[in-house]
């Protein structure tokens, strides 16, 4: 008995641990694509979210949400598909120091299905004209899905005040 609660415990902190980006999302909305007798209907799901590292960045992610009988009760596993648009919401601002190598770093992350799959947002610095690069992915466990979308945002003055110089975590 010992070891199955603290395999349920630790299958718990698994799951919730990757919760804690996407509890720093808003959502905006969601338009139906489809309609279910029984439980929610099809829908694409748009949630905001802004840059934990760079103040002044907003991004919006699109991306399906299953219904049905499966998706109303969170068992379903959405299509491996998202979108993402980045736009600059104010004076561009570093709040810390952001990663610079051809990797990028996670600036979002959700699960999409009970423990395998999840959507991530990786920030890239384009270093010749300091624009940040903004990649949506899903991936499973093992392999990830082709199917992306990238957003770039360039820095540009806000109301007469200019953007500052990046601060980078070679």
Known sequence: MKYILSFILALTVLM????????????????????????????IAIVAFDDPKVKGVTCYVARPKTGGIKGGLGLAEDPSIASV???????????????????GEEVFDENRSLIFK???II?????????????????????GSPDT?????????????????????D
């Open 118 to 120: 999840s959507l991530e």
């Open 123 to 143: 920030r890239l610095f384009d270093k010749v004209t300091h624009s940040l690069v903004y990649v949506v992915r899903t991936h499973r466990v093992i392999e």
């Open 149 to 169: 979308s990238i957003s770039v945002v360039a820095p540009m003055a806000w109301n007469g005040t200019p953007p500052q110089k990046p601060l980078l975590d």
């Open 16 to 43: 919730l641990s990757p919760l804690a980006h996407a509890s720093e999302s808003r959502e905006i909305g969601a338009v139906t694509t489809g309609f279910k007798i029984i439980g929610p209907n099809h829908k």
């Open 85 to 103: 648009s980045c736009v600059q919401t104010g004076v561009i601002t570093y709040i810390r120091p952001i990663e610079a190598d051809e990797n």
